[in-house]
């Protein structure tokens, strides 16, 4: 989801570190997160996704002299914080990439924060293809290697996906006292920590979970030993039985996110039954969605300058100063290279994009790569297949631009609108826009509707748009432009129209 390039948020702006220790590697750090618990029971405390647990740290061994460290706000406690450093790959003969490697790396330094690491170095390479067995070639890997002695590195990552077998080589090759891990499994871990109710939390842990179970022999050193006769299945390996039980496991979660979709649809069906069009946002991750549904509706939904704060959808209702109702939905943000299985683990989610009215994609215009990030929304909303529903582009941030005139102007033509969800700016021009979108999604009818049936005319004030009204001996002639769901409501009244007058 991107618009035209500007100037980067100021206060998400990043500069990635070489590969020379940075010069306050030991200075305090940002307050770490805690990880959540391990998905699966036989999984060592170790392996929990790139970030280990707070409690687990705070149990070792005293850090090195240039272990990042900071003071808990709360608790008092040091906060040890784990290194990190980043590895990109840019392949020559592969197009269909949105970001240039180096701006790749720096969301991928911004992932890393939101997880809860700190980032001391970085490094990419350009390969035709990248190598079969460690993804990167053996000069680089020595690279690294020495990179992890220097700077204390704990934890390697990678841009893109990783195999089984590469993620075992990598490891092997570095020494085997640091964890590999690649861009998937870091925005699964984010996920994890911010899935804040029991819908977002089985949707990560499927998605988890169809990410691990490849990588079972990576994961658990265990694995490589044979079962003896207490396990079922004489000689049968071990890693065979922990995947058939991840694979029940599985298999019991889609069944419960099956449950969730149809709950989801008798919701809908309900929320249909009183008329009000929905309107949902849609961007990249860390567009400003939350802050714009808080500033019009005045709700209390977590808004921060991190990437993917809201995982939840959040639904409140829009009173315009016509009277003009509508539903507004705060929605998961993209990003490039979304792993696809949170894509289908999330479906029951993003199917509430597929009922919406207007779907408003709203942009930071204040990114420097604000082009690239709206074609990757755009990728996901064509996935989605819901490019028919009508859609209104705004461009955000625009006061962390330095030329917000031109960007104004540059928008002007193109029919966007300009706002700042941040002091309100733009947000009468906003609503107009939507009000006319809506209009644009409803269908036009001329009914008459009965004296004793007036809580239809007050829907018809509430959700639809009149434009002529007659009041009649026995009822009210109404011209108006109402939402598909009313219109049907209203059908028998629509055949009355002729006879009335």
């Known amino acids: 989801m991107s618009a035209a390039a500007c100037l980067f948020a100021a206060a998400v702006s990043l500069t990635l570190p070489s590969t020379s220790a940075p010069a306050n590697a030991g200075a305090s750090g940002t307050r770490c997160r805690r990880s959540p618990a391990p998905l699966l029971r036989c999984s060592p405390p170790r392996r929990r996704g790139p970030v280990r647990a707070l409690d687990e740290r705070l149990l070792e061994a005293a850090p090195a002299p240039d272990t990042v460290v900071t003071e808990g706000e709360e608790t008092g406690f040091d906060i040890f914080q784990e290194k990190a450093y980043l590895v990109g790959v840019e392949c020559k003969r592969t197009g269909g990439n949105l970001f240039g490697i180096e701006e790749s790396l720096k969301e991928l330094e911004q992932l890393a924060d939101t997880a809860g690491l700190v980032v001391v170095g970085s490094t990419y390479?350009?390969?035709?293809?990248?190598?079969?067995?460690?993804?990167?070639?053996?000069?680089?890997?020595?690279?690294?290697?020495?990179?992890?002695?220097?700077?204390?590195?704990?934890?390697?990552?990678?841009?893109?996906?990783?195999?089984?077998?590469?993620?075992?080589?990598?490891?092997?090759?570095?020494?085997?006292?640091?964890?590999?891990?690649?861009?998937?499994?870091?925005?699964?871990?984010?996920?994890?920590?911010?899935?804040?109710?029991?819908?977002?939390?089985?949707?990560?842990?499927?998605?988890?979970?169809?990410?691990?179970?490849?990588?079972?022999?990576?994961?658990?050193?265990?694995?490589?030993?044979?079962?003896?006769?207490?396990?079922?299945?004489?000689?049968?390996?071990?890693?065979?039985?922990?995947?058939?039980?991840?694979?029940?496991?599985?298999?019991?979660?889609?069944?419960?996110?099956?449950?969730?979709?149809?709950?989801?649809?008798?919701?809908?069906?309900?929320?249909?039954?009183?008329?009000?069009?929905?309107?949902?946002?849609?961007?990249?991750?860390?567009?400003?969605?939350?802050?714009?549904?808080?500033?019009?509706?005045?709700?209390?939904?977590?808004?921060?300058?991190?990437?993917?704060?809201?995982?939840d959808p959040t639904t409140r209702r829009v009173l315009m100063k016509n009277g003009t109702e509508f539903l507004l939905t705060d929605t998961v943000g993209f990003i490039q290279k979304l792993p696809t299985m949170l894509v289908a683990a999330f479906r029951a989610t993003l199917e509430e994009i597929s009922e919406s009215s207007v779907i408003v994609h709203l942009v930071d215009i204040s990114h420097p790569l604000a082009q690239q990030q709206i074609d990757a929304v755009d990728r996901v909303l064509k996935e989605l297949d819901i490019e028919s529903i009508p859609k209104l582009v705004v461009w955000n941030k625009i006061d962390n631009t330095d030329e917000s005139f031109r960007v104004k102007e540059e928008a002007e033509k193109q029919g966007i609108i300009c706002i700042s969800a941040m002091n309100g700016d733009g947000l009468d021009e906003f609503c107009n826009a939507i009000q006319a979108k809506l209009k644009d999604s409803m269908v036009p009818i001329e009914a008459f509707v009965p004296y004793d049936k007036g809580d239809l005319l007050n829907d018809i004030h509430k959700v639809g748009m009149v434009e002529k009204m007659e009041y009649k001996e026995n009822g009210t002639f109404v011209k108006a432009h109402v939402p598909l769901p009313l219109a049907r409501l209203l059908t028998p009244l629509r055949q009355q129209v002729a006879a009335a007058l």
């Open 125 to 311: 390479q350009k390969l035709s293809t990248p190598n079969p067995r460690t993804y990167i070639g053996s000069g680089k890997v020595s690279e690294i290697r020495t990179a992890i002695q220097a700077l204390d590195v704990e934890t390697v990552i990678f841009d893109d996906e990783l195999s089984p077998g590469q993620l075992r080589n990598l490891e092997k090759s570095f020494g085997g006292s640091v964890r590999v891990c690649d861009r998937t499994a870091l925005i699964l871990d984010i996920f994890n920590q911010r899935a804040a109710t029991h819908e977002a939390s089985l949707q990560v842990t499927l998605a988890q979970m169809e990410y691990q179970l490849p990588r079972l022999t990576k994961m658990w050193g265990h694995l490589e030993r044979q079962a003896g006769g207490q396990v079922k299945g004489m000689g049968e390996k071990q890693i065979e039985v922990d995947k058939r039980i991840l694979r029940t496991q599985i298999s019991g979660l889609r069944k419960e996110l099956e449950s969730v979709r149809k709950h989801r649809k008798l919701y809908r069906n309900r929320r249909q039954s009183v008329p009000i069009p929905v309107v949902s946002l849609v961007g990249y991750t860390n567009a400003g969605k939350s802050t714009l549904l808080n500033r019009l509706t005045g709700a209390d939904v977590l808004a921060e300058d991190k990437l993917f704060a809201t995982l």
